[in-house]
């Protein structure tokens, strides 16, 4: 089972790891070699598969896969035109010639996947034959449905090669393999289940390739997060239609524990897109709270420290317990850390203003600018020394608007886009529990935005515990607001903060991207008008 970290659209890079791991398979003697849907482009390729250069540089890669003919067989995804349409294929090589090919029949539509709009659908099951052994294949969202399987059963297949490209969210693994025991069960064969592993833009795929025999127990896991080439033997027994698989050996990685699964999906999707798209490393700014610490701490370890520079920028509203905080923990993680006070480009921007602001009162526009001299001294550095900016922003915040448009809102990666609030403090506090790198104060201390004096987020924003699920309910259950408060929640807190969810759309869809968690993140998952007259409450 090859889970592979592949580039999208880099087909000349990936056709070379694939050989490569396809030589060090047949050095240790196996009979095939699995790889994930579509490796050959990477997963998702989106309008990349709209290229007219594709079927020429895919034609190359296989026709390199084919050159090597090598003693092994190799599954392998990747797109192929016929007759004018365009087919998510797996194919099966061996010395040289091409054995099978599959086409995915059940193409995703829904959460981030647009599958139909560049796939047709394959319609046939392949069966062809390893050593004797009627093998089938799928691909990914295939094994989700009960069609390709019962087709499989009866065209007499006694072992399932299914390819994947399967995001995480939360609680997915479980998820998949109750999935998957119940169709071995369906099928009366084993599944050898090979997923995509890395980061790519908001989407993490955590590996954790596994088979399932055909009692439906757990035989062989790969480990999550991380590259891994794991070799499983399957054991038959009997010849033509009697073959019956009689057992499975392979080394089973025990799972993560929620909390560290979730930091992982964190540090890896930070980790891919800074090196996958080339930066020296990362930018951020450091309040001493708890959102830049967590944000921080997932840097640092993607990254290492040396890669990460911290920037602490007060204000005269900034307290000295955070001045406190965010320079022990820069010092406990090992990055690079700077003080930059923003107080007198404010007052050169105030000054500047005085007249358009003549007869006004204070109100929240002199807050969004001191985040906003924040994001133009964090783009600056991010400029002049090549390394991208992490924003601090957790999912709470976006989604009633609680940040600021060319502010903290600014820089090219947010690893708390899709982490509650609630959820933030509890990966703070688990990420201590391996080393304490964020001051317990700060995990403890009301939270703040520090841009008026003793202003705390439960001022303007109802507690946190209540927030969340609020949002829960809505963005990711679509409840309405009489639902929601009917559920128990006060009808002032869910109008309010429906609306503001809905208002602030504008904001969203100006926002980078980050690591998406759950199965209704902001960005590919949910997409709605920014200008529109839907009318609440029902």
């Excluded at 991010?382 to 502010?407: D, I, P, Q, R």
């Amino acid at each position: 089972m090859a889970q592979l970290n592949v580039l999208v659209g880099d087909i000349a890079g990936n056709t070379e790891r694939v050989l490569d791991t396809a030589e060090q398979a047949v050095k240790d003697q196996a009979d095939v070699v699995v790889y994930p849907e579509l490796t050959l482009t990477g997963y998702p390729p989106e309008d990349l598969l709209l290229r007219p250069s594709l079927d020429k540089r895919i034609h190359a890669a296989i026709a390199q896969i084919k050159q090597a003919a090598l003693p092994i067989y190799i599954v392998i995804g990747y797109p192929k035109r016929i007759d004018g349409a365009l087919y998510n294929m797996a194919g099966v090589f061996y010395s040289g010639q091409c054995v099978a090919e599959y086409a995915k029949h059940h193409l995703p539509n829904f959460q981030v996947f647009d599958e139909k709009r560049y796939f047709a659908e394959g319609q046939t099951q392949t069966v062809f034959e390893i050593k004797g052994i009627p093998v089938a294949l799928s691909i990914c969202e295939d094994i989700w449905h009960p069609g390709p399987m019962a087709k499989a059963k009866e065209s007499g297949a006694r072992l399932m090669l299914n390819l994947n490209a399967s995001p995480f969210h939360i609680d997915k693994v479980l998820l998949r393999r109750d999935l998957l025991r119940a169709r071995a069960l369906e099928g009366d064969m084993p599944i050898v289940y090979v997923n995509l592993v890395g980061g790519q833009d908001e989407l993490v795929f955590d590996g954790g390739s596994m088979v399932i025999d055909q009692t439906g127990s757990l035989k062989a896991a790969s480990p999550t997060y991380e590259e891994s080439e794991d070799i499983v033997e399957l054991h038959f027994t009997g010849q033509q239609k009697t073959v019956q698989c009689q057992s499975v050996v392979g080394e089973v990685t025990p799972d993560r524990p929620r909390l560290e699964e979730i930091y992982q999906a964190l540090v890896l999707g930070v980790q891919d897109y800074v090196n996958k798209n080339g930066f020296k490393g990362v930018l951020l700014g450091l309040s001493g709270g708890i959102d830049s610490a967590l944000t921080l701490a997932i840097a640092a370890d993607a990254l290492g420290g040396d890669r990460v520079e911290a920037v602490m920028m007060p204000f005269k509203y900034t307290s000295n317990m955070s001045l406190v905080d965010a320079e022990e923990q820069a010092n406990r993680m090992g990055v690079r850390y700077k003080v930059l006070p923003i107080e007198p480009m404010y007052d050169a921007f105030m000054a500047t203003l005085s007249d358009e602001f003549d007869g006004t009162t204070v109100d929240t526009t002199e807050e969004n600018l001191q985040s906003r001299c924040r994001g133009v001294m964090l783009m600056a550095m991010s400029n002049k020394k090549g390394s991208m900016v992490l924003t601090t922003g957790n999912k709470s915040e976006m989604g009633v608007g609680y940040a600021t448009l060319y502010g903290d809102m600014a820089g090219g990666y947010g690893a708390l886009k899709d982490v509650y609030k609630t959820l933030v403090f509890e990966l703070s506090k688990y990420r201590n529990t391996i080393e304490e790198v964020i001051p317990t104060r700060v995990i403890t201390r009301p939270p703040s935005a520090e841009l008026a004096p003793d202003q705390v987020d439960e001022d303007s924003l109802p507690p946190y515990e209540v927030l969340d699920e609020i949002l829960r309910l809505y963005i990711e259950g679509d409840n309405s607001a009489a639902d929601i408060i009917a559920q128990g929640f006060e009808a002032d807190d869910v109008n309010r903060v429906v609306r503001l969810v809905d208002v602030n759309e504008y904001k969203r869809r100006q926002a980078p991207v980050g690591v998406r968690l759950t199965q209704r993140g902001f960005g590919r998952d949910r997409r709605y008008p920014i200008t529109n007259g839907w009318k609440l409450g029902i």
